[in-house]
């Protein structure tokens, strides 16, 4: 079946070609990704990640200055640069009158002058500063903070949820909001931190930001030197410099940090054309991994996986534990429809071979390993079981309607809708825990760019609202990346349409979408933000911050530098009732506060 109107970046493509201001890729502007470079040793700010009780990744971009007035100035990707020595410092007080630990490391181009280092022998549930130095200069000073795990002992754990942060797609106003914010222990990001597209058809993002925020490398990302750049222009931003230098960051990739709709062999949108997507796909993560404040974990640990292991947990004393979850490597390909281009919408009930290879259980999402350590964290004692995921495992039934072909419902087989048997293993298994000995699980999810609230029925039927549920997830929006209600807009029926009536056709949507979805509690499709958690013992309180939904006044506030997600509304989870309920909100301060603050 043919569906013009869900593929989105048909959709987007089509806006695109119309436009002769996107027939061809910009000029290359050095004056996003590159300039940093040029301002200093340490212009791509600080960083700092995967926080555990006792340890923390601190990170920057060391720049070494030219030897000689003329010489090329070694920007991210070039390979160019001298080897540099950068010294590093950690202390308990933003004076730096109390170091608790420093070092000397070297970088070169080899790791496109990045450096990273993992602090030991911290003290839990502490806030720390840390900054660089080289060659007389320093860098911005950065605070972070440890984990609280100390066994025994209960802290209160706040964090904040994003995903899909498009350069292209607007303003990073969420980033701006969280690093004004003082009350959280980390940001968890879970996917689509870079796209890869460029700036010629395939653009992504509103036409009016066209020569004002543009992707670098000007084309597609497809090796190394892209990815680093592209990385670098995310770095160069500066509410997302802010947000970085503000908080601790736990981060995990998905598809578009390579490719969209990756799989385990290929990606939607890898051609044969771009080389060998296995080698595409091993210098995405090498940039990844350069760029990001991020601690692979010790690969000599017995847990069986396949490939790297990018998947890992972290702890917060009896409150909870935060199992980061990875989906790409080792995915199964998508079911899809023959003949139809893949945009991740497939029919269900509808022909019994798209249902059987949905269901089918040698098709899987993590690797078998890895789900069987998923599992094996649901077992523990611990209150609190968040699991940090790419693509939603809830399940959503999306009418036809709605997608331009009535009677019909569909799923998204990118999801974990697309993978049914794994997911009716873990959450089978999850609902058999007994929540007085086990805990619940709380899923933090983003990908899909709409705010979801749901429960987690093990087995679910349309419109039937009795089910088992295995615990909720909280669905972030996105913070640029294009939402049901620019995919609406850009739709053959609402093209042109003021975005009054745009927003109205997309809650009829929701609404529609809401009635064969009992499990859902919460759909929003038309605004950008972020979520932040708050977890005690007796619940997980999540308040969604939403940019306004478009009017002709203000037909796309992601354009508007001024426009900063505020708080909309909240929702919860009470210890042992494995639901969703709406929550009266926001949360208030912390219930204690980690050391040094
Ligand atoms: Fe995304």
Not at 167 to 180: C, D, E, K, V
Not at 420 to 439: E, W
């Amino acid at each position: 079946m043919t569906n013009p109107s869900v593929d989105r970046r048909s959709v987007l493509k089509g806006v695109a070609v119309a436009s002769a201001a996107f027939a061809l890729p910009r000029a290359f502007d050095p004056a996003a990704a590159a300039a940093p470079a040029s301002k200093g040793i340490f212009g791509y700010g600080v960083a700092s990640g995967d926080p555990t009780g006792d340890s923390v990744i601190i990170w920057t971009r060391a720049t070494p200055p030219q030897r000689h007035k003329g010489d090329p100035v070694a920007t991210p990707g070039s390979g160019l640069g001298a080897s540099i020595p950068v010294r590093w410092q950690v202390a308990r007080d933003p004076r730096f009158t109390r170091v608790v630990a420093h070092g000397l490391v070297h970088t070169s181009p080899d790791r496109d002058h990045t450096v990273k280092v993992d602090v030991q022998d911290l003290d839990p549930y502490t806030r720390y500063y840390y900054r660089f130095q080289s060659l007389g200069e320093f860098s911005e000073t950065g605070r972070t903070q440890t984990a609280g795990d100390i066994p025994g002992e209960t802290h209160a754990l706040r964090l904040a949820l994003v995903s899909c942060s498009n350069y292209t797609g607007g303003y990073f106003t969420a980033y701006r909001a969280l690093a004004q914010r003082d009350d959280l222990d980390f940001v968890l990001h879970v996917g689509d931190y870079i796209y890869e597209y460029g700036n010629g058809a395939d653009r992504y993002g509103p036409a009016s930001l066209a020569g004002v925020r543009d992707s670098q490398p000007p084309t597609e990302t497809i090796d190394l030197t892209g990815y680093r750049l592209r990385h670098a222009l995310h770095k160069a931003d500066p509410d997302l410099q802010a947000a970085h230098r503000q908080h601790a960051w736990i981060t995990i990739f998905d598809d578009h940090e390579v490719a969209n709709n990756a799989w385990a062999g290929g990606a939607g949108n890898h051609q044969a054309s771009e080389g060998d997507y296995l080698v595409r796909r091993a210098q995405a993560m090498q940039a990844y991994l350069e760029w990001m404040p991020f601690r692979l974990p010790d690969q000599s640990q017995s847990t069986p996986h396949r490939g790297t292991r990018f998947f890992r947990r972290f702890t917060f004393g009896d409150l909870g534990d935060l199992s980061i979850v990875e989906t790409r490597q080792n995915r199964s390909l998508q079911v899809t429809v023959p003949g139809v281009p893949f945009d991740g919408f497939v029919p269900v009930g509808l022909n019994p071979a798209i249902d059987g290879a949905i269901a089918h259980p040698g098709r899987h999402l993590p690797e078998p390993e890895q789900l069987t350590w998923i599992k094996d964290g649901l077992t523990g004692r611990r209150r609190w079981h968040l699991l940090g995921n790419q693509v939603m495992v809830t399940p959503v039934l999306y009418p036809g309607a709605a997608l331009g072909a009535p009677g019909l419902t569909f799923v998204n087989a990118d999801q974990w809708d697309g993978y049914t048997a794994d997911r009716t293993n873990l959450l089978t298994h999850a609902a058999a825990q007994p929540s007085a000995d086990s805990g619940d699980v709380v899923v933090l999810t983003g990908d899909i760019h709409a705010s979801f609230v749901g429960d987690l029925p093990v087995a679910a039927s349309p419109g039937n609202p009795t089910y088992t549920s295995a615990g909720v997830e909280f669905v972030c929006p996105s913070v640029t990346s294009d939402g049901f209600v620019e995919v609406l807009a850009g739709t053959k029926d609402l093209l042109g349409k003021p975005p009054e009536v745009v927003v109205g056709a997309t809650r009829q949507a929701i609404g529609a979408a809401q009635q064969l979805n009992p499990w859902l509690r919460y759909i929003d499709g038309v605004s950008h933000g972020f979520v932040v958690l708050d977890v005690t013992p007796e619940r997980v309180h999540a308040d969604y911050h939403h940019t306004p939904a478009p009017t002709s006044a203000q037909p796309d506030p992601r354009t508007v530098p001024t426009v900063v997600p505020t708080y909309t509304r909240s929702f919860q989870t009470l210890a042992g009732s494995r639901r969703a309920t709406a929550a009266s909100g926001p949360v208030g301060p912390r219930s204690d506060r980690p050391r040094g603050d």
